[in-house]
């Protein structure tokens, strides 16, 4: 499977961004899948996963009640809608496929990854 992140770029604090994954070649819409993100000098860290049918969906403290992850299956996409967004949210963004159908923040259990999108949130 191919994992492709887009839609990020450059956003005033407050402003909104909805990032898109698109999955292709041999993909399973039963995986889970979630969101992670790098900043610079920092470790990757977990924002957001839903499970296989759209539901179990988790997010880090982070950015619960900002940011809104969904899933179209019959297009085998996963968005990232991430709204009131901070300096802090300032990060490569990854979405991955979890190797199971709930999906979960422990990165070790993904085992497909997308090239990243970068979002800078000025301030």
């Known amino acids: 499977v191919q994992l492709q992140a887009f839609g990020g770029g450059l956003v005033q604090a407050g402003g909104s961004l909805r990032l898109s994954c698109a999955a292709s070649g041999r993909t399973s819409s039963n995986n889970a899948m979630g969101w992670f993100r790098q900043a610079p000098g920092k470790e990757r860290e977990f924002v957001a996963a839903i499970g296989w049918n759209g539901g179990n969906s988790n997010y880090a403290d982070s950015v619960k009640g900002r940011f809104t992850i969904s899933r179209d299956r019959a297009k085998s996409t996963v968005y990232l809608q991430m709204n009131s967004l901070k300096s802090e949210d300032t990060a490569v963004y990854y979405c991955?496929?979890?190797?199971?159908?709930?999906?979960?923040?422990?990165?070790?259990?993904?085992?497909?990854w997308g090239q990243g999108t970068l979002v800078t949130v000025s301030s």
């Open positions: 991955a496929r979890h190797r199971s159908s709930v999906g979960g923040s422990n990165i070790q259990n993904y085992n497909a």
